[in-house]
């Protein structure tokens, strides 16, 4: 008999009987199978684990692009720094200087009083030293009209000096409110602290950089 007869005249129910051909057949069959599908789930998990590789390629390489471009252009980029820090060392030289500061408060103070203000209170506080300046608040209450107000901060702006006045926690509200809560004669009381800047010249630094060898040898 043939081997396609023995296939026909198989007894499913006697698998034992079979001829041993058929028996190898299916045996060399089942271990093509086997290997098929354990390839294709091995080949699979390759193809997923190379996919991800692909796409972190491209990020790194992206990474990379995006580092080398900053890489060339850091040299230009450290001069633009330096410049620009010039550029403000150079603005903050136009504030006043540490010996300019006491007669720069006395201006302010006539500055306001020329304008017709009422000084009620003009109280210079403790400096704080930051960065590249310092800054010194004064409080303030004074009374007068928006003209006269006007007036005082016209001139604080045509001081010889560059003079920068910024607000905190001011308010400006009726010296006397009146029955519908407007000024009584337009009379106005401005109360608060304001900050004006200097900037830091040569003894400042040296005596920031005394007390930072002092703190350091402690």
Do not use: C
Request: avoid cysteine; aromatic fraction near 8%; proline fraction near 4%.
């Amino acid at each position: 008999m043939s081997f396609i007869d023995d296939l026909r005249n198989l007894d499913r129910n006697n698998v034992g009987g079979w001829p041993k051909t058929v028996k190898n057949f299916f045996i060399g069959l089942l271990l093509v199978v086997i290997v098929i599908v354990g390839w294709y789930f091995y080949i699979s998990d390759q193809q997923d684990t190379l996919t991800q590789q692909q796409n972190r390629e491209q990020t790194l390489r992206k990474e990379f692009s995006a580092k080398q471009a900053k890489a060339v252009n850091l040299e230009g980029l450290r001069k633009q720094l330096a410049d620009m820090k010039d550029m403000m060392r150079q603005m903050l030289r136009q504030l006043p200087s540490r010996t300019e500061m006491p007669a720069l408060l006395v201006d302010i103070s006539q500055t306001a009083l020329a304008a017709g203000l009422q000084v009620d209170v003009f109280a210079p506080g403790a400096e704080t030293t930051k960065d590249f300046y310092a800054e010194k608040p004064i409080q303030l209450k004074m009374v007068g009209t928006y003209h006269q107000f006007g007036t005082f901060i016209s001139g604080v702006a045509s001081l010889p000096r560059v003079v920068i006045l910024t607000m905190h926690n001011v308010s400006l509200k009726p010296a006397k409110p009146g029955p519908n809560g407007t000024a009584v004669n337009g009379r106005l009381t401005l109360e608060g602290t304001v900050k004006t800047y200097r900037y830091l010249d040569e003894n400042d630094e040296s005596a920031g950089d005394g007390n930072a060898k002092v703190k350091g040898g402690k």
